[in-house]
């Protein structure tokens, strides 16, 4: 089957902080991806910016190495490759100083009526620096925008004063806050199936599911990035954002149409509808860990301490939780969502556990009866799996068990599944924000999470340890237990 490739309006797109870790590893080989399947504009350019001294020919070159680090060889033809970098510039600029500013307005100036994206791949502290600079030099048009990555402030606070300090450049309907899983195949195809298909939605309510599960789990430790992460923790860095948003797009009415608005005001309702965790329900709702030394990934590795370089550090790795939301649709069922390093698979995936049958007809010898298990795999192999009691073939009575109804995107499909940064950088040049966080949103995501980061920091209890390579803390197994359910165990990879 071959994906149909809609081209977008001839654009300029501008990455600031373009010879950081972000820009080679998924902006420019998810550009050149998507000018390979000729979506891209003859005459767009790309310019990249950043404070380092560079010229055109040097960042071309850095852009082929990323290229020949992230892309297939099979995709690298030397035609497609000279095409790609022809398009690509590159201005130095501060980003607190005016040093630079003047020569990235005489490389844009000429092409004011182009669609034209800043993408700000660079600390959330410099994105307020960088937007009065594009305002002062009259560089923001009526058909530019912006794209900010996360975090996107550290409390609700921070974040507000974020927002202010973009929002005095940028109108709201020009600010792009990304969230890369938002982008993924598989968390579109979550509305698909609920909303294209008359099997799950007269389903989809407390009267049928039992829980929901959520979880982000990854293999790496913080790999050289400790001295970030000890002031982000895994609360922050997957919940607030990435996590919180899946548990909309499961939970959330049906929009009135797939419009951006109409989308991101179901999900504002239900963030708006998550019970608080206050000092009653905290300790029992809610834990975190710290991974010690153990084995990961086909070896030993350190504790977070030892990356860390320091003898304590109240920063979680993990993070477990229920959640549970004030509406008729959802009252009585529970969202577990969990998140950390150094664990034994790199993991992502959502599972809607049905409620069981309320008697079996096929008596003790037929065997134990499964809840039917809706899984939706977000990394790796992407797809979605049903699980789903069946008759063990062959003579002899009545067995059941449990088996899968399984589709993989890559086997149904037969291409190659584009990664996020590819559909959300054509959305942003399109001006489809449908995908991408509204104000409103992160304010009421940070009203949710601002009260459990207070408690951690007035307590002067320490993250759970537990050893790398395992599931997290023995409490995150009692968290789930307590209520006389476990956790889905993803295979491990």
Request: net charge neutral; glycine share 8%; proline share 6%.
């Amino acid at each position: 089957m071959t994906p149909r490739t809609i081209p977008v309006d001839v654009f300029d797109l501008i990455v600031f902080g373009a010879t950081g870790d972000l820009a080679q590893r998924k902006l420019l080989p998810a550009l050149f991806h998507r000018d390979v399947q000729g979506q891209i504009p003859p005459s767009a350019r790309i310019i990249g910016s950043s404070r380092r001294a560079m010229t055109r020919e040097a960042f071309r070159a850095f852009a082929l190495a990323s290229i020949e680090t992230h892309v297939s060889e099979d995709e690298r033809k030397p035609d497609t490759c000279k095409r790609f970098l022809d398009r690509l510039d590159y201005v130095a600029a501060e980003a607190s100083q005016e040093s630079g500013w003047n020569d990235l307005e005489k490389v844009l100036k000429p092409h004011a009526d182009r669609i034209r994206v800043f993408y700000l791949a660079v600390g959330p502290d410099l994105f307020g620096p960088i937007c009065e600079r594009l305002g002062s030099h009259n560089l923001v048009t009526p058909n530019s925008r912006v794209v900010v990555e996360k975090p996107l402030g550290k409390n609700g606070a921070s974040a507000k004063a974020l927002n202010e300090q973009i929002g005095r450049i940028f109108p709201e309907p020009s600010i792009y806050r990304i969230d890369h899983y938002l982008g993924k195949e598989t968390v579109q195809n979550l509305m698909a199936l609920r909303f294209a298909n008359a099997l799950f939605e007269p389903v989809w309510n407390a009267a049928h599911i039992d829980n929901v599960q959520i979880t982000v789990a990854e293999t790496l430790g913080v790999e050289g990035r400790a001295g970030y992460y000890d002031t982000a923790g895994a609360l922050r860095d997957m919940v607030q954002n990435h996590m919180l948003q899946l548990l909309c797009l499961v939970a959330m009415e049906p929009p009135t149409s797939i419009e951006a608005d109409s989308v991101r005001d179901e999900k504002l309702k239900i963030l708006q509808s998550l019970k608080p965790l206050t000092d009653g329900t905290l300790a029992s709702q809610i834990v975190r860990g710290q991974y010690r030394a153990g084995a990961s990934a086909g070896g030993a590795v350190p504790g977070y301490l030892e990356e860390l370089g320091s003898d304590i550090s109240k920063t979680e790795t993990y993070v477990a939780l229920k959640a549970e939301i004030g509406s008729w649709r959802w009252n009585g069922v529970p969202f577990y969502l969990r998140s950390g390093k150094r664990l034994p698979s790199r993991l992502s995936e959502i599972v809607v556990e049905f409620k069981p049958v309320p008697y079996s007809v096929f008596g003790t010898s037929a065997g134990n009866i499964a809840s039917n298990t809706l899984v939706i795999r977000l990394q790796p192999d992407e797809g979605v799996k049903l699980m789903l009691m069946i008759k063990d073939p062959g003579p002899g009575g009545m067995r059941l068990r449990q088996v899968p109804l399984d589709m993989s995107f890559a086997d149904a499909f037969g291409v190659r599944n584009p990664d996020a940064y590819e559909r959300l950088l054509m959305d942003v040049v399109r001006g489809n924000q449908t995908l991408f966080m509204r104000r409103d949103e992160v304010t009421a995501a940070w009203n949710w999470i601002d009260p459990i980061l207070d408690y951690w920091r007035e307590s002067p209890e320490l993250p759970k340890p537990y050893t790398a390579g395992t599931w997290g803390p023995t409490a995150a197994v009692a968290l789930i237990e307590r209520d006389g359910r476990t956790w889905h165990e993803g295979e491990v990879a």
